[in-house]
């Protein structure tokens, strides 16, 4: 569990806690006939003001480190992304999807992620569907496809791309 959903529960709990504090004494109060009703009406809405924000905070951190959590799951299934391509070399990547547990589009995405964040380089053909991880050295002085010959292009930041085969290298 993260941080943000620990801070959250514990919050949440210290304003239960508060409220219940508040209703005891106001309880015991009203009961004693030392507090009439308009004073009661009163601890209850000063209670509420006070306490109120402490739940909102508890339920933001929640939400947040739920977030939080997704983010680092997003990572994590990356980094496995990109172990899994650099030890092998080479993937198919219908294995590559299942292997992941995920689909073709959202491997496709995440390797467009990883070229992104210029940590992975390598090339691919979707037609073929296999993934190669290699040195982005050894592919930036490349100016023909090694798929079918042809002349590749700039594509995008840190990819090329050979408009007769649709092969793409990323060339972080």
Partial sequence: MNSGRVFGIMAIIIGIGLTALAGLWL???FSAGELESGGLILGA???FVVIAPI???GIFMI???GQEAERESEMAQQRRLLDIVRSRGQVDVRDLA???QAS???VKAMVHQLVGLQVFSGYINWESGVL???QASALRDLDKCRNCGGNIELAGKGIAKCPWCGTEYFLT
């Fill in 98 to 100: 299942m292997e992941m």
């Fill in 104 to 106: 073709m589009d959202e």
């Fill in 55 to 57: 739940f909102v905070f």
């Fill in 27 to 29: 309880a015991t109060q």
């Fill in 63 to 65: 939400i947040r480190g």
């Fill in 132 to 134: 190669y991880s290699e």
């Fill in 45 to 47: 809405f000063l209670a």
